[in-house]
């Protein structure tokens, strides 16, 4: 498999070259020459399968010959190695819970399977690695988790002062080991302005590998595909157990009770839900794709108007989704051949307030005694409002992070729910940081150091 750039400006590359180089030249994204059709044979024993399994037959093909079968079994088997419940709220709508890994976020499974890429193709080369990441909050600790203590790579992240919640700061700082936080006076864009700094420093780049982590990279887009089976995979399962009422058979495939899901994905860089529209392509069945946006609706608009304005980012309650130019959507583009009439037909877009976020965690608390992170909830609002109109279909949305990594929602619904054994085991951590202000030479000497 070939990766080409969407700019078409850079020639194609290897699956080795796009994950170590991360961003072609041209500032497109990689994507794939191909998208592969899963075969009869997949989805065969597909209720049996093991998520392994499930993992290493979707990604092979991406990969082709540039890491060998047994390694690619093992790291995917390493990448999935947490549950992925889908667990039913109400008589239509179920969470898809991705929050059960090491940093209580879906970004866990992207960053494991990066680091185990790039661990696999550092080895080959006697040369340091220095990743290098900017973070508002989740992708930090996910992406330190899965380099934590891998050889031949140290990771430096950036995270704003006193921007990121309690539990994303202790995940950022107890590690130790090869992993540096580096606590910046200053905002998110001013931690991802000095990254960029540093991938462009061209006098540091001839002492050390340097790369970025960031969501854009083909070795975490990719795998965020295997949750979307996991999920089919039960909701089939429960289906055809009958935990589904199934008043109105319209929507059923002849001689089977399964009904396809619409599929809700809260939404910021939109890497998420482009790669389960590539998984749909690849043969997931899907009646319908949700982009739940809080307030920057930058592509709500698009799809409702046909033109894309780019505006500056607002600060909400799901803060992981202030994202007001999403770098992923133009990955979604691609699939559909740049044409917006055959988008606007597989998916919508719905934009919801802090106001409904923080209301609907309320209100299914209340109803359904679940705690919803606000990330979760613009999703189960999205879906809600989404099934109301369309009542005989059915759906799940992605619980993108677990509500014990966000302050406020203890603040609105009062509790967090059941915090999981690893944050308490977090407070018991030293925590360790390094304050630096917001000018690139501070960063400089930390990288030199490095080398
Ligand atoms: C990163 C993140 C998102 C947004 O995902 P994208 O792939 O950027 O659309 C949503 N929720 C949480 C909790 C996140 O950390």
Not at 69 to 87: G, H, K, M, R, W
Not at 140 to 154: I, K, L, M, P, S
Not at 263 to 270: A, E, T
Not at 353 to 373: F, G, H, I, Q
């Amino acid at each position: 498999m070939k990766y080409f750039s969407t700019n078409k400006h850079s020639r194609p590359v290897s699956f080795r070259e796009a994950a170590l180089q991360g961003q072609p030249d041209d500032k497109g994204l990689y994507f794939p020459e191909t998208i592969p059709t899963l075969s009869a044979d997949f989805w065969r024993d597909f209720p049996e399968k093991s998520k392994p399994q499930i993992a290493f037959e979707i990604i092979k093909p991406y990969i082709g010959a540039d890491i060998d079968d047994a390694t690619l079994f093992q790291i995917c088997a390493e990448t999935v190695n947490f549950d992925f419940p889908l667990v039913k709220i109400t008589e239509n709508i179920a969470a898809l819970e991705l929050f059960h890994g090491a940093t209580l976020a879906f970004k866990d499974v992207g960053a494991r399977f990066m680091s185990r890429c790039l661990r696999y193709f550092s080895a080959k080369k006697s040369e340091k690695t220095i990743v290098i990441v900017a973070t508002s909050g989740d992708t930090g600790g996910a992406v330190a988790a899965g380099f934590h203590q891998v050889e031949n790579v140290e990771v430096v992240i950036l995270y704003p002062k006193g921007k990121v919640s309690t539990v994303q700061e202790l995940q950022l700082t107890t590690l130790g080991a090869n992993i540096v936080a580096l606590e910046v006076a200053g905002n998110f864009d001013d931690c991802q302005a000095l990254a960029k700094q540093a991938l462009a420093d061209e006098d540091l780049k001839s002492k050390v590998f340097l790369t970025s982590a960031n969501s854009i990279n083909i070795a975490r887009w990719l795998p965020q595909q295997f949750y979307y089976f996991y999920a089919f995979q039960q909701w089939a399962s429960e289906m055809e157990n009958g935990k589904w009422k199934m008043e109105n058979g319209e929507n059923q495939k002849p001689q089977s009770k399964i009904q396809n899901p619409v599929i809700c994905v809260p939404s910021g860089n939109f890497g998420n839900l482009a790669a389960g529209i590539l998984a749909h392509v690849s043969g997931l069945p899907c009646e319908k794709f949700i982009a739940a946006t809080n307030a920057n609706d930058v592509i709500p608009q698009f799809l409702a108007s046909g033109e894309m304005q780019t505006k500056t980012s607002v600060a909400t309650l799901s803060n992981a989704m202030d994202v007001a130019n999403p770098s992923n959507f133009v990955r979604i583009l691609e699939i559909f051949g740049q044409n917006y009439l055959n988008l606007k037909e597989k998916m919508e877009a719905v934009s919801v307030s802090d106001e409904t976020t923080a209301e609907t965690m309320r209100e299914v608390y209340e109803k359904y005694n679940y705690v919803l992170d606000p990330h979760g909830a613009v999703g189960f609002y999205a879906l809600e409002k989404y099934l109301e109109a369309n009542p005989e279909k059915r759906g799940f949305f992605l619980e993108t992070a677990h509500p014990v990594k966000f302050d406020s929602v203890e603040k609105i619904v009062g509790t967090f729910g059941e915090t999981p054994a690893s944050v308490k085991d977090l407070f018991a951590r030293q925590s360790q940081k390094v304050a630096i202000e917001g000018n690139y030479e501070n960063l400089r000497e930390i990288l030199l150091q490095k080398v």
